[in-house]
């Protein structure tokens, strides 16, 4: 099961919105609406923000949102805060009933 | 509160084992799936295992060759991973996380993780 393909990087200014996307394949991302994403900051472990593509868990921010088309899903911050930078992975459920992760991405707030 | 606490990581030299383990508090730990990851130094996040609330059904990554094997006791709150004939590629930072009712759930709560080391 190949990694699910993010974008090494996303920056941006405070105040701003910024999307990150997450690419697999009708196999996974495409085929479920089983998609999750986790923030991690330096030195600490994974937090769930969105799970089943949209849903925010108790205590995630409105700011952020999930989204979905085709194979590719999409995790939206608005309203950019410094707390927010930190790595980003989305997850999904896959075919082969196993979970596969994407390569992450980097959010710097400039 | 719910905790995930992990140990058993360490410096073990190539082709050695390991048993990782995951003391789970503040939750009906037979309720849930658990699963493992493991995110080596600098790297994203990979998904290793995971492993029903009896035990009987269970799902690995392709890539672990069937050298890992995870089990739970929940009678202890507690999940394990057996990781064997480890390469430098093991290396890394083992989280276990708590899934929900299915093998899709996502993963709510996690560890700290436990350091493995696998070098000469």
């Known amino acids: 099961q190949s990694a699910l393909t993010q974008p090494a990087s996303v920056s941006g200014s405070p105040g701003q919105s910024i999307t990150i996307s997450c690419t697999g394949t009708s196999g996974d991302v495409g085929g479920y609406n089983y998609v999750s994403w986790y923030q991690q900051h330096p030195g600490k472990a994974p937090k769930l923000m969105i799970y089943?593509?949209?849903n925010r868990p108790s205590g995630v921010s409105n700011r952020f949102s999930g989204s979905k088309s085709g194979n590719t899903a999409s995790l939206t911050i608005s309203g950019l805060q410094a707390e927010d930078e930190a790595d980003y992975y989305c997850s999904s459920y896959t075919s082969s009933s196993t979970q596969v992760f994407g390569t992450g991405t980097k959010v710097t707030v400039l | 509160q719910v905790q995930l606490v992990e140990s058993g990581g360490g410096l073990v030299k190539p082709g050695g084992s390991l048993r990782l383990s995951c003391a789970a508090s503040g939750f009906t730990f037979s309720d849930y799936y658990m699963t493992w990851v493991r995110q080596a130094p600098g790297k994203g996040l990979v998904w290793l295992s995971y492993?029903?609330?009896?035990?009987?059904?269970?799902y690995y990554a392709d890539s672990l060759k069937g050298r890992f094997t995870i089990s739970r006791d929940n009678a202890k709150n507690s999940l394990y991973l057996q990781v064997n004939t480890l390469r430098a590629e093991d290396t890394g930072l083992y989280y276990c996380?708590?899934?929900?009712?299915?093998?899709?759930?996502?993963?709510?709560?996690w560890g700290q993780g436990t350091l493995v080391t696998v070098s000469s």
């Open positions: 492993i029903n609330i009896d035990g009987r059904t269970i």
């Open positions: 996380a708590r899934g929900g009712e299915g093998p899709a759930a996502p993963f709510d709560y």
């Open positions: 089943d593509v949209t």
